[in-house]
């Protein structure tokens, strides 16, 4: 389960509207190891992720499946979040940096925040 931690919002010069917020993923022992150990960053949309690591490894089938549950369960948060914004359902994307990739224990259970953001369509009729 996804909790906010902070929003803001961003206007781009052509006037699209941009909405950020900063959410936890609860993760399992498993895929806090790996990221902590061998993810250097990550990101992704609906049809994309993309990740960065810090050095090399055997790609297992098992860790390749992890990472593709991975980037969905950040983006169906991300896209969660952002449908109950408003947002157009097309654009929400999530990021998680490096210097941002830090792992939460508490009470034995782990949690990762992800930079999230979408597009805001505003209805102008009042």
Same mark, same amino acid.
């Given at each position: ?12 010069? $052509?006037? =699209? #509207? ?18 902590? #150990? ?8 609906? $049809? ?8 090399? *490894? ?10 593709? #549950?991975?980037?969905?369960? *950040?983006?169906?948060?991300? =896209? ?25 224990? =508490?009470?034995? =259970? *782990?949690?990762? #925040? ?13």
């Amino acid at each position: 389960m996804a909790k906010s931690k902070k929003y803001g919002w961003s206007e781009l010069e $052509d006037g =699209r #509207e941009f909405m950020y917020k900063i959410l936890k993923c609860e993760l399992t022992k498993e895929q806090a190891k790996f990221l902590k #150990e061998y993810v250097s960053d990550m990101s992704g949309g609906e $049809d994309v992720g993309e990740v960065n690591y810090k050095k090399d *490894f055997i790609l297992t089938k098992e860790i390749e499946e992890m990472i593709e #549950e991975l980037h969905q369960m *950040f983006y169906d948060t991300t =896209r969660n979040w952002a449908w109950d914004c408003g947002a157009d359902g097309e654009t929400e994307t999530y990021v998680i940096n490096e210097n941002e990739l830090e792992i939460i224990k =508490r009470n034995d =259970r *782990f949690f990762l #925040e992800i930079s999230c953001c979408c597009e805001i369509t505003l209805d102008e009729t009042y």
